[in-house]
């Protein structure tokens, strides 16, 4: 039996604990849904409040070359591309992930013009399908998306496909994928391999570099903490920087964008892919919650995070025997920085759970999904999350009718 | 001879003149370029902070529905909505300009099947030149972007004109365009009209019902001061909701989001158009900008904005005759909320000026571009502007090699 003075003991001689007081939480509260939204750190206020304060009261207009405005989202870019394995000219921030995805998508489409197939995950975020297949229409060819069994992969690709985008860490069942074998997979089929990092990014050790990974986009606001709709990131791969054709461009974009030409000359790099100006405000928030990544890895990260969710899993198998199916894989290299529950009633029982203070989400038809961040959470808050959760079961509380009436946004 | 006393009169009975002290202004400085980028006002600072230390802190995910985040676009363009003649349900505010044109431009020209050329405007903003050539390529079919001399418009149309796209306000010259007769024409030829109101809105009265419009898209940054980047917005009439459909689709524009389901099937009004969620923090900051308007309205921002710039004008001409060429229309009904003044040395003289507080901006070629703001300008701020233009033409400093040299960023 685990108790509350093992996680105890665990936390004491936990490294990352003294980054929880980085962050603001609620007392007593147990948040398990950083996955959906990260907290807000304190650099967070300071950084926003420097732009409206500072740069933007004072300094008006020319802080865009003055402050760095116009560069932000490379320089942020930059400073992102460590935590997924990327140079620093490889990355931009800018916009959010549907975006990224349709121009990724769309540039990458125009790269094999002699192919006609998009394979995507049919198991994928459903916004990932809903824009390839818009963007499939911006081709000038009939292309087909076909959206797979993941695991069938293998068997789906053939000389026809131009592209792959996969979600390498599964948003509902939290699955990790081997980005390195299917990349190389997609290439020994002359396709092109785009990544959805959206659960995967200060979540768990990502190496474009070393998987050759041609293009990724992922998203600010989950294990970045970067706030609600963050913006986006994007990374196209160095070879492909000055070939790829941003099918969304701007001004921003342009090789010269004052001097008002008719023309569209695209930047060199990763400037072709902005298109115009995204919030400042929003990039200052994502720049302020990313320095919490010089206080420690992705790998020391990645150790606590499995450290946690064999807790949570331990736990649960020991407190509650046969009550949910553990559908999140137990092989750590299968494993993203969640696990999911599977229950018929798991829409209650997260009601349940968040009312007692242990906040995590619920994704259709049956997963209670919670997601477990090191930078803010100790072991101990996942035994007390625990004790929270065997009290829902045992007193059936989640039978109660006000936890069944379902809103729209859960 | 209008002379200082005279504007500080003016100033005595203006109406407006309280509201400077809503905004932070840098003493002794001039600002004319919130055509570019307008000032914070008070409640920017206090909203957005309001959403990091209240709705994010504490809130966290639970705010998206209860502190309305998931509303925002809508919420906050049914505040706009007065601003443009709109029905609050006819806006909403997301992305950037260049993606509000991109997404109306592909649903507009999916309602004209049968017609294949899109006019633009020749002078138009660079940017919705770019976009609108690269969305063409999405339709399809072929279309044809012609950008034309937008005083030929009536010899341009013809029964292959699927839509028109011009910026209603001139953003070099400063030239007004008659949104009704235009609208009108381009009605007649069977097409459909979309308005740029970058350079418009919060500038210059707008009806759209009145006027019939279609599709009308504009930036939060210029007139209405929501911040370096601020969130776009986007006007559908009425009739075409529900009708016309977004190109670039996302899962917050679908009618069911948080049901996953792997078809797409659009949510009424202009929720169809929300792609994924814009920066919380950025539509917060455009919001508390957005307040000012309860104090005002733009009828009475209007007329005193042909006020400023009458007298900028009378001041130009009188004190520093055939110096300058002014560009901008001296008929009201042509004119937006700026003058523009063509001199073969304008870089130069734009360099000299901002070094002396009076903050404008130069466009190329030769142009040197001055906005009035009548929310935080007065009589006396216009008269000190040509005070400090009248010496750096009489001194010539303009000459002065350090002024020549061109930064990427003006």
Known sequence: MISRSDCEAMDA????????????????????????????????????????NDQWAKGLVRSWSAAGWMAAP???????????????????????????????????LRLRPD???????????????????????????????????????AQELNENVALVEFTQVDYRMGEMLDMKSITKMVHDAGALMMWDFAHSTGAVPLDVEGCDVDFAAGCGYKYLNG???????????????????????????????????LGYEAALGMQAFVTSSPSILALAALDGALDIWSKTTIAEVRTKSL????????????????????????????????????????????????????????????????????????FVDVYDAVERLVDVMNSKVYDDPRFKVRNSIT
């Open 13 to 52: 001689s936990d490294k990352l604990a003294p980054l929880r007081s980085e962050f603001s939480l609620n007392p007593g509260e147990i948040y398990l849904d950083g996955n959906s939204l990260g907290p807000v750190s304190k650099n967070v206020g300071v950084r926003v409040n420097e732009v409206i």
């Open 74 to 108: 490379l320089t942020i870019g930059a400073k992102l591309a460590p935590l997924i394995g990327a140079k620093a000219n490889e990355v931009l921030v800018a916009d959010t992930l549907t975006f990224a995805i349709a121009k990724l998508v769309g540039g990458a």
């Open 115 to 153: 192919r006609n197939i998009v394979l995507t995950d049919v198991a994928n975020f459903h916004s990932d399908i809903y824009i390839i297949n818009e963007v499939a229409k911006w081709a000038g060819r009939p292309i087909e998306v076909r959206t797979i069994n993941r695991n069938n992969l």
């Open 227 to 261: 706030g609600p709709g963050a913006p986006a990131f994007m990374y196209i791969r160095e070879k492909w920087q000055n070939v790829i054709e941003n099918p969304i461009p701007g001004w921003l974009g342009h090789a010269r964008p004052f001097d008002f030409e």
């Open 307 to 378: 450290a946690l969710t064999d807790l949570f899993i331990a736990l649960v198998e020991e407190r509650l025997p046969g009550v949910f199916e553990v559908v999140t894989p137990r092989e750590h290299k299968k494993r993203g920085s969640q696990v999911a529950l599977r229950h018929v009633e798991s829409y209650a029982i997260v009601q349940a759970l968040i009312e007692r203070g242990v906040i995590c989400d619920f994704r259709d038809p049956d997963i209670c999904r919670l997601g477990f961040t090191p930078l803010y959470l100790g």
